[in-house]
């Protein structure tokens, strides 16, 4: 497999569970913000965003919440299926700037 | 769908070798964009464009250099590849706010 994963903190799930992948991010003036997905042997795919004068934001079975006040961003997937297993990562914008990502999370999701 | 094309997904390279990476991208953005990702590093920039023949350096941009000679096609350059340009490369365009990527191209230097 590709070793992006490797380093990484990973969670953990029972299929069917819901997964929480936490994320702290770095610039308070940031005003955009990503999850991407990515699996194996892939680039990264987007999942959801949600902008800085929103807390939180539905997609179908996932779910952004921004807290400014923490810098704070968390995706929720709900009824975890193993196809939902890969790498996530949380990326920030401000303005017209570049994206900054972050680390990454590898979520492993058990039949 | 947007959909960016990295012309090779796996390479071999020697040491000292030009390397050229290149990328396309059909839906006529005007920013492309470069990253090489590393355990443990994640995504780090290398260099971006937000127009033809414009570029800009990014967070890493040592030992790179890039072409952008029309709108769709956004070339990385490894002038003289060295062992710690060994990556995977990943490119990625936008109009605005979402990136969409490639599939990267996996580079091993020798």
């Known amino acids: 497999g590709e070793s992006v994963g490797l380093h990484l903190p990973t969670l953990s799930v029972q299929e069917g569970d819901n997964s929480i992948i936490n994320c702290a991010y770095s610039?308070?003036?940031?005003?955009?913000f990503i999850w991407y997905k990515q699996e194996s042997g892939k680039g990264p795919q987007f999942i959801i965003d949600?902008?800085?004068?929103?807390d939180k934001r539905q997609g179908q079975r996932v779910t952004v919440l921004l807290n400014k006040t923490v810098k704070h961003l968390s995706l929720q997937i709900a009824a975890t299926q193993p196809g939902d297993s890969a790498v996530y990562f949380c990326?920030?914008?401000?303005?017209?700037?570049?994206?900054?990502f972050g680390k990454g999370t590898m979520l492993l999701v058990s039949p | 769908d947007v959909k960016v094309t990295q012309s090779s997904r796996y390479l071999v390279k020697r040491t000292g070798e030009k390397v050229f990476l290149e990328c396309v991208q059909d839906?006529?953005?005007?920013?492309m964009f470069w990253y090489r990702q590393d355990p443990g590093l994640g995504l780090r920039l290398i260099y971006f464009?937000?127009?033809?023949?414009?570029?800009e350096k990014g967070d890493i941009p040592e030992g790179y250099s890039v072409s952008r000679e029309k709108k769709e096609r956004f070339s990385l350059i490894l002038e003289s590849a060295s062992t710690n340009q060994t990556s995977m490369y990943l490119c990625?365009?936008?109009?605005?706010?979402?990136?969409?990527f490639g599939s990267g191209t996996r580079l091993t230097v020798v």
């Open positions: 949600i902008r800085s004068n929103m």
């Open positions: 990326a920030e914008m401000q303005g017209y700037s570049t994206l900054t």
């Open positions: 464009s937000y127009d033809v023949k414009m570029k």
């Open positions: 610039n308070s003036a940031s005003d955009y």
């Open positions: 839906m006529d953005h005007e920013n």
């Open positions: 990625a365009s936008s109009l605005g706010d979402g990136y969409t």
